[in-house]
């Protein structure tokens, strides 16, 4: 798991503040830190990690602008949320956000594709959709056995691929087979399967077609979360960066402006979650979340700051903090404008 400071800034060679009156570090040497330290190869190796970015507004959002560019550069794919529009304290609207970011058919289309293809069989029209029909008289064998081959392949890769939940792997292997089968789509198969996803579906009954059998709830929302983490991998995706604006949580009154509003008790909740992801950092493959707050996050406030929370706390705060400094490879960081004098790290 990538949380903790690990280590002082001296093999980094990040410019860090040497003003007494300014600790932090700049969104530059910060972004560039994570770039090299975790999205070229540790993210895209299949690790994760979770950050928090402290900052004003101009800093967040530049800094959520270059992580999609980063994101992109590596083959990762990214995603913005921010709370004042999805409610942070349900770990299944996060499911949701994330996956209405994605193109589920286009993610289903390049793995079958590519099952297809590793099986040494062609494909008559590279990155389109075809039938069973097509791809038998392409490769000169008969439907029937390519179907059953592509039956048993979904099988060894998808249904038995124990990462990822059950309904997770019922609704990917359905996807799949709507990318050979187009007339399932007008069955109502492929739609309610996706409204399960991005959380529009209104009654469960609508998959019985599928054997999906619940809906994705705060029960069950990390181990979605996990999947689509699987699911990105196996389509040829390295990974995900996610972005989490958390800054409306930290609000009350005349400063809250419009969007959600959370209660001191969502607020736990919120922060609940955030301790749950760090926690199970090693159990997602490729997930980078950078949680983005301004500094109501490390205020003395009791309800609606760190304090509010020691559980979470605990997992970002350095019990040891340099007076002169701060590391950029800690699990919290504090944005500053590098605009005073600075020190290169040896």
């Avoid at 058919?105 to 590279?126: C, N, S, T």
């Avoid at 399967?193 to 999906?212: D, H, K, M, N």
């Amino acid at each position: 798991m990538e949380l903790n400071a690990i280590s002082p800034n001296a093999a980094t060679g990040a410019s860090v503040s040497s003003d007494e009156g300014e600790i932090g570090v700049t969104e530059e040497a910060w972004l560039d830190l994570i770039d090299r330290e975790y999205l070229l190869q540790f993210i895209s190796g299949g690790g994760s990690a979770v950050k928090f970015v402290e900052g004003d507004a101009e800093r967040l959002d530049e800094i959520q602008a270059r992580l999609a560019a980063l994101a992109e550069r590596h083959e990762l794919a990214s995603c913005r949320i921010n709370t004042s529009q999805t409610k942070l304290h349900m770990i299944q609207d996060i499911f949701f956000a994330v996956s209405r970011s994605l193109d589920w058919p286009a993610m289903a289309q390049d793995f079958v594709e590519a099952l297809v293809i590793k099986h040494g069989y062609g494909w008559p029209r590279p990155g389109g959709g075809v039938t069973f029909q097509e791809i038998a008289a392409h490769n000169e064998i008969d439907v029937r056995l390519f179907r059953r081959d592509l039956n048993r392949w979904l099988t060894d890769e998808i249904m038995r691929d124990r990462s990822m939940s059950q309904d997770f792997r019922i609704a990917m292997a359905t996807l799949c087979r709507t990318r050979l089968e187009p007339d399932e789509t007008d069955k109502g198969v492929t739609t309610p399967v996706l409204e399960w996803l991005r959380g529009e579906l209104r009654a469960v009954g609508a998959l019985r077609q599928t054997y999906i059998t619940a809906k994705i709830t705060r029960h069950n929302g990390r181990a979605m979360l996990r999947s689509l983490c699987r699911w990105l991998r196996l389509c040829g995706r390295k990974g995900i960066c996610v972005t989490l604006d958390i800054r409306q949580v930290l609000r009350a009154g005349t400063a809250l402006g419009e969007g959600l509003r959370y209660t001191l008790a969502a607020v736990i909740d919120a922060f609940e979650v955030l301790r749950q992801l760090i926690d199970d950092t090693e159990t997602f493959q490729g997930l980078m979340v950078v949680v983005l707050a301004d500094e109501a996050l490390t205020d003395f406030d009791d309800k609606r700051s760190l304090n509010a929370y020691a559980a979470l706390k605990m997992r970002v705060w350095d019990d040891v903090r340099a007076t002169r400094r701060d590391n950029p490879l800690a699990a919290l960081v504090r944005l500053h404008s590098g605009r005073h004098s600075t020190v290169e790290a040896a």
